[in-house]
């Protein structure tokens, strides 16, 4: 981001900045973190911003919210090169690059109907990522096979 | 070694594991007919835990637990029980764990069993979950292959009917896959395999999807044929458009060679005509005598018994 965009968006005191986002996916980050209207977060979003790496970019800040482990791994799915920033009085506190993990616990459901994580066992979703390109994991409960649209689908 | 692991999918079991089941297996039917008292797991005690019913999986593993001198325990009849009373599997799993040394699981949901090994330091032995895993079905289904004509890998094997709904065939794909068979997969377009299935036996083994079986079995080694399971239609009229639109008959065995044999892992609907039953390729009374001494071989292998 140069220096004039970033003035786009204002600088948060506490809370987290998700870069690097494709184009058109920042709804689709916010509406995972459930961050929405009655979340009572503030949040701040550039959709299309012009990108070094690649053409455009959505960037989306938010305020007083952290991202849990189980999180990261479900927004890598759908922005597999975004950097999430730990901010802490102003400033940048810890600086992470997503990368699909090999294994996807919780969030998910599960697109087998007849998997027995959906039912209220007291057990996660649990996926093996396969292969993160295209993206193809593994139910660990009823070892069925999905795709990225499959698994993403119901988010 | 399988010894004190759970049995969930085919993959839990090593190439060396089933070659040793295979071996235990004849012993076992030796010992069997010697009628001999056999004593190796006295004093252990299997729960039997059956969310559908099954009568001849249930009654096969109770008589292999029996054999071998081991109690039995049973939830008699799941429905009325602690799942009408809304308990989850994980609970009735701890409590099962508490009473028995080894848990046998059916249930209609896919990954129930994967789920129950999660909540027990007890082995689980999966006895067929969903349209998913039925893997002791599949090594009886593999030690039939292996006893009735001497080896396994490199056949030319036959599956017809349901494989789409159709349990056993499931695992039973996936293990041939790895003895380098050479697979034929028989059905009507609306029961073919999964697609995800498929993709998991990938290029490990030759695989032709076909519709009918006119012409396709000249070279065939074992035809193993399902049944179509009525429970899986919503539409009654679905189930009964498709009932005996294959069937093994007279004239489907004179196309077959001397020396294959024709497999079924029962009870059989109208898949295989009564005629067929006198010809000595009809191995499926043998095939399910075998579950005996297979499923005695599994328990005293997982529980440390020989
Ligand atoms: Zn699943």
């Known amino acids: 981001m140069t220096e004039d965009q970033t003035l786009k968006i204002s600088k948060i005191k506490e809370g987290i900045v998700i870069d690097h986002i494709p184009a058109g996916k920042a709804i689709k980050v916010l509406s995972l973190l459930n961050v929405g209207e009655h979340s009572g977060h503030t949040v701040s979003l550039a959709m299309r911003v012009k990108s070094k790496k690649r053409g455009f970019k959505d960037v989306v800040k938010i305020e007083n919210r952290n991202v849990a482990e189980s999180e990261l791994s479900v927004i890598s799915l759908i922005a597999p090169e975004a950097t999430v920033s730990y901010i802490e009085n102003?400033?940048?506190?810890?600086?992470?690059m997503l990368s699909i993990p090999d294994q996807i616990?919780?969030?998910?459901?599960?697109p087998n109907q007849n998997c027995i994580s959906n039912t209220k066992e007291p057990v996660q979703s649990s996926f093996r990522v396969l292969s993160r390109e295209p993206l193809l994991a593994r139910c660990e409960y009823c070892e069925r096979e999905f795709r990225g649209n499959e698994l993403l689908g119901k988010l | 070694m399988i010894k004190n692991r759970s049995i969930v999918t085919i993959d839990d079991v090593g190439d060396d594991d089933l070659n040793e089941i295979?071996?235990?297996?004849?012993?076992?039917?030796?010992?069997?007919?010697?009628?001999?008292?056999?004593?190796?797991?006295e004093s252990r005690i299997m729960c039997t835990l059956f969310y559908e019913p099954s009568t001849r999986t249930r009654l096969s593993f109770e008589s292999a637990m029996h054999r071998l001198g081991g109690g039995v325990i049973t939830m008699a009849d799941v429905k009325t029980s602690s799942v009408s009373k809304g308990e989850t599997l994980a609970d009735t799993i701890r409590m099962a764990d508490a009473y028995s040394d080894v848990i046998v699981i059916r249930h209609p949901l896919e990954g129930a069993a994967r789920l129950a090994s999660r909540f027990t330091s007890k082995p689980v032995i999966n006895a067929g979950d969903g349209s998913g895993q039925h893997p002791t079905q599949t090594i009886m289904d593999l030690y039939t292959i292996r006893k009735e004509l001497g080896k396994i890998r490199g056949l030319k094997v036959t599956l017809l009917g349901d494989l789409k709904y159709g349990r056993t065939v499931h695992s039973l794909i996936l293990a041939l896959s790895k003895y380098d068979a050479k697979i034929k997969l028989i059905s009507p377009p609306s029961l073919r395999i999964p697609e995800y299935l498929l993709h998991r036996i990938g290029d490990k083994s030759s695989v032709e999807v076909l519709d009918t079986l006119e012409g396709n079995?000249?070279?065939?080694?074992?035809?193993?044929v399902t049944r179509i399971q009525k429970e899986r239609f919503t539409d009654p009229n679905e189930y009964q458009s498709l009932i005996g639109s294959y069937s093994v008959n007279n004239n489907v065995l004179e196309s077959m060679k001397r020396n294959s044999i024709i497999m079924h892992p029962l009870p059989r609907v109208d898949e295989i005509a009564p005629e067929v039953d006198q010809d000595a390729r009809a191995a499926y009374f043998r095939q399910a005598a075998n579950g005996v001494p297979v499923r005695m071989a599994i328990i005293s292998k997982v529980l440390g018994g020989i």
């Open chain 1, 90 to 96: 102003y400033n940048i506190k810890e600086k992470r």
């Open chain 1, 105 to 110: 616990t919780g969030i998910l459901k599960c």
């Open chain 2, 22 to 41: 295979f071996t235990a297996a004849e012993e076992m039917d030796k010992l069997i007919k010697s009628g001999k008292k056999i004593s190796i797991l």
């Open chain 2, 217 to 224: 079995i000249a070279d065939t080694d074992v035809l193993y």
